[in-house]
Every structure is written in C-alpha cells, then in structure tokens.
C-alpha cells in the first residue's frame, strides 16, 4: 500500500511537469520564430509571460518594443546559468520526494541555498 502511495504521489507530481511541456511545445508550434546569436526566440501570440527554456526565449507579441530588450538580456541570464536544467532536477527531486516538505521549500529558493 506504502509503494502504491508513493507512486502516486510521484506521477501526480510528475505529471505537473508533462502538462509544463505539452504548454510550452504548443506555444513553440504555433508562434513565430527567428533565431539571435545562441538563442532562439520564440513570439507568442497569447499573452503569456516571458521565459526561457534552455536556448529558447519565449516572449508574447504584445509586448512592447522598449521592454524587448531587458527581457532578453534578463532571459539571456537565465540561459547562461542553466536555470532550465536546474529546475528540471529541482522538479524530479520535488517528484521522488513529494512527502518532504524541504523538498519543496528548496525548490522554491534553489539558488539561495546552492550559493
């Protein structure tokens, strides 16, 4: 009973991250693309956030032309520091222990407690 619980609680967890990246393609397959130097932008016609994910930078189209490039140099940080992998780990270690609370709290603050 014990291991079907934690099986559970692991697929709940980690299917949070399987819905992450079904968004994440379907905004990739139906925006505008064109590629900057090492990374690729991605223009969304929904209002979404910016991101990045991996060499990917993921910005709306609404946004406007003044801000266009802080957000980059900002999701360029984020790229150069390997901040999507970090928190694919952060989300499997969440995964694996769901029934720690650390695990959570780490996860919110991964590179205050790694620095």
């Not at 709940?12 to 990739?28: D, E």
């Not at 900002?74 to 769901?98: P, Q, T, Y």
């Amino acid at each position: 009973i014990v291991a079907v619980i934690y099986g559970l609680g692991v697929a709940i967890c980690a299917s949070s991250v399987v819905v992450q990246l079904l968004n994440i393609y379907r905004i990739s397959k139906k925006a505008n693309k064109s590629r900057d130097s090492r990374v690729t932008i991605v223009r969304s016609e929904d209002k979404i956030a910016s991101f990045s994910f991996f060499n990917t930078i993921y910005i709306s189209s609404q946004t406007s032309a003044e801000d266009i490039e802080t957000i980059l140099a900002h999701e360029r940080s984020h790229i150069a520091h390997n901040h999507s992998l970090e928190r694919l780990v952060m989300e499997a270690i969440k995964a694996l222990l769901w029934w720690n609370p650390f695990a959570w709290i780490v996860a919110k603050f991964p590179a205050a407690i790694v620095r």
